[in-house]
């Protein structure tokens, strides 16, 4: 593969104590995968994260009533750059600025609530909010909630309403005068995180991107699919700043960080990974869990399922495991098969079929079942 030595030249975007884009070395982040409301808990993984050489350390917060903890934690972190993930409340963005050096906010999101608004003036008050707080902004769009608008508009080609969704938010933020913001564009798959991310960068090389493939799961398998896009795109000279989504215990969420730090390395001595077939065979997702998590559980029932399917390895079949009820419908959309956390019990469906929702010890031999039978179904 050929390096590209020199790296391409984006705006530079202060971020509390950082910077990315420019000049500036890529920055490797990650996020809390405790609740947000155990303070102790997600300051402990906050320092876990930054000690591992996280430059921004990102927070979910779904509600007002997790500012206070944030506040928490903000003074429990002197000097590491915070970013919050509004999720589907954008409203929230004032009432956590004062607590965070960077806003995320998903554009596919922004039409949920307060319908009576229009995006522009969303986008044009969450502008304003990162201004008057000196924050950076994020706008982050996912293959698996374009916005609608942008789905109806490029029928059948999800990725070209993924970056015409996000070039669109960067027009609107041009037009507001606002500049201090960065782009991602994130999917399990790694060949459309390519696609995408280079699409854009074409469109707007001023912009600088922060790469991710969602969901992409236990290691060493998530390892290789960011592998897949992040070598390729970084080897370009893309990228300013990265995320490796893992699923892993708490005790070991740092090794995203690692990772992180660990391809970068790798790319710029050349060093890349030749997995002939991977991808060929069965496909498990799953979430690298965040504070949104609803049972402890999440992480074993993620390695259990793995462990359960292996022997269908060599069949094309895809399962997708989420940690919560929020998004765990939507993000097994994809899966042949999709399973999903609540607090007690978990839930199964097969394509969009709901299967029902199985205590913790009885949704393993029920997952095998489908899995049998799509097998004897195909073969
Ligand atoms: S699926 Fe739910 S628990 Fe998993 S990362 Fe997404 S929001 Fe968090």
Request: hydrophobic share 40%.
């Amino acid at each position: 593969m050929t390096v590209t030595t020199a790296r391409r030249q984006t705006r530079t975007v202060p971020i509390g104590a950082i910077t990315v884009g420019g000049d500036s070395p890529i920055v490797v982040q990650s996020m809390c995968a405790t609740r947000t409301i155990d303070i102790d808990a997600t300051v402990a993984q906050t320092h876990q994260l930054a000690e591992a050489g996280a430059g921004i350390v990102r927070i979910a917060l779904d509600s007002e009533k997790e500012v206070a903890a944030l506040k928490a934690i903000r003074e429990q972190t002197p000097g590491i750059t915070l970013s919050v993930d509004l999720q589907e409340n954008y409203k929230i963005a004032d009432k956590v600025a004062p607590y965070v050096d960077k806003i995320r906010y998903n554009p596919g999101h922004l039409h949920h609530i307060e319908k009576s608004k229009t995006i522009v003036d969303k986008v044009r008050w969450l502008a304003a909010v990162a201004r008057d707080h000196n924050l950076a902004i994020r706008i982050g769009v996912n293959c698996g909630s374009v916005a609608p608008e942008f789905l109806a508009k490029y029928p059948g080609d999800q990725l070209a309403a993924l970056v015409e969704s996000a070039a669109y938010h960067c027009d609107l933020m041009d037009e507001i005068g606002f500049d201090r913001f960065v782009v991602s564009l994130k999917d399990s798959d790694p060949l459309k995180v390519l696609e995408a991310n280079r699409r854009f960068a074409a469109r707007r090389p001023d912009v600088p991107l922060h790469l991710g493939v969602t969901e992409a799961g236990l290691p060493p398998d998530g390892i290789i699919k960011t592998r897949l896009a992040f070598e390729k795109l970084l080897a370009e000279g893309i990228g300013e700043t990265i995320r490796v989504s893992l699923t892993l215990p708490n005790e070991r969420k740092h090794e995203e960080v690692v990772v992180g730090h660990r391809i970068i390395e790798d790319v710029r001595a050349g060093r890349f990974i030749s997995v002939p077939n991977f991808g060929a065979g069965l496909n498990i997702i799953s979430c690298p869990s965040c504070s949104r998590v609803e049972n402890e559980k999440f992480v074993e029932l993620a390695q259990e399922v793995k462990e359960l399917t292996a022997y269908a390895a060599n069949h094309k079949i895809t399962i997708a495991v989420m940690g919560c009820r929020v998004n765990g419908p939507g993000e097994t959309d994809d899966a042949d098969l999709g399973v999903w956390c609540g607090p007690t019990t978990v839930n199964l469906k097969r394509k969009s079929q709901k299967l029902g929702n199985f205590k913790y010890d009885e949704v393993l031999p029920r997952l095998k079942a489908e899995v049998d039978q799509l097998i004897a179904e195909r073969t």
